[in-house]
T-cell receptor
Framework: NAGVTQTPKFQVLKTGQSMTLQCAQD?????MYWYRQDPGMGLRLIYY???????DKGEVPNGYNVSRLNKREFSLRLESAAPSQTSVYFC???????????FGPGTRLLVL | DQQVKQNSPSLSVQEGRISILNCDYT??????FLWYKKYPAEGPTFLIS?????DKNEDGRFTVFLNKSAKHLSLHIVPSQPGDSAVYFC?????????????FGQGTTLQVKP
């Protein structure tokens, strides 16, 4: 099992460009999450999907959209990238109950 | 408002000694706490957790202590090893939210010197 996979690993964008970060999990988990990690800020929740067919905003949703394509896949879209969105993005998934979240390896995004 | 705080950005200890990482929280609805470990260029990995019905949970060299009255938890690593050098995040969740959302602290970078 690959666990949680993310593509791409690294991306450089110009201000105003759009892109989609892909995430997939093969653990048959119901819930999926998108976080960003910035120095001194820890991990902050952008959006989450508690179950297939539902999505909700987290702490820092502005400038992002998400799609829960199916149970396996949860994508994050930046419609018009800004330098403030330069960050490392992590996707995570979780099974039922109080199980732990499993994280992907991250996507490093630089917006110039 | 930072609901989960790790006030020490970094900690350096000698190999074989104890490492103590601290975490404070403000939301009394939190009832489940976790510690994650993160190496550079990798995603966080789960280390240990504790429910609010307990005050201690132990797993090998790692022990987490929870003081609910002080809204404080700590992670003890004994003995510390160079491979433990990483960033450690504490996280908290509230069962009542029914979403599994985690609120993370800022992280503490642990360096274990040989």
């Amino acid at each position: 099992n690959a666990g949680v996979t993310q593509t791409p690993k690294f991306q450089v964008l110009k201000t105003g460009q759009s892109m989609t970060l892909q995430c997939a999990q093969d653990m048959n988990h119901n819930s999926m999450y998108w976080y960003r990690q910035d120095p001194g800020m820890g991990l902050r929740l952008i959006y989450y999907s508690a179950s297939e067919g539902t999505t909700d905003k987290g702490e820092v949703p502005n400038g992002y959209n998400v799609s829960r394509l199916n149970k396996r896949e949860f994508s994050l879209r930046l419609e018009s990238a800004a330098p403030s969105q330069t960050s490392v993005y992590f996707c995570a998934s979780k099974g039922l109950g109080r199980e732990t979240q499993y994280f992907g390896p991250g996507t490093r995004l630089l917006v110039l | 408002d930072q609901q989960v705080k790790q006030n020490s950005p970094s900690l350096s200890v000698q190999e074989g000694r104890i490492s103590i990482l601290n975490c404070d929280y403000t939301n009394s609805m939190f009832d489940y706490f976790l510690w994650y470990k993160k190496y550079p260029a990798e995603g966080p990995t789960f280390l240990i957790s504790i429910s609010s019905i307990k005050d201690k949970n132990e797993d090998g060299r790692f022990t987490v202590f929870l003081n609910k009255s002080a809204k404080h938890l700590s992670l003890h690593i004994v003995p510390s090893q160079p491979g433990d050098s990483a960033v450690y995040f504490c996280a908290a969740s509230a069962y009542s939210s029914n979403t599994g959302k985690l609120i993370f602290g800022q992280g503490t970078t642990l360096q274990v010197k040989p």
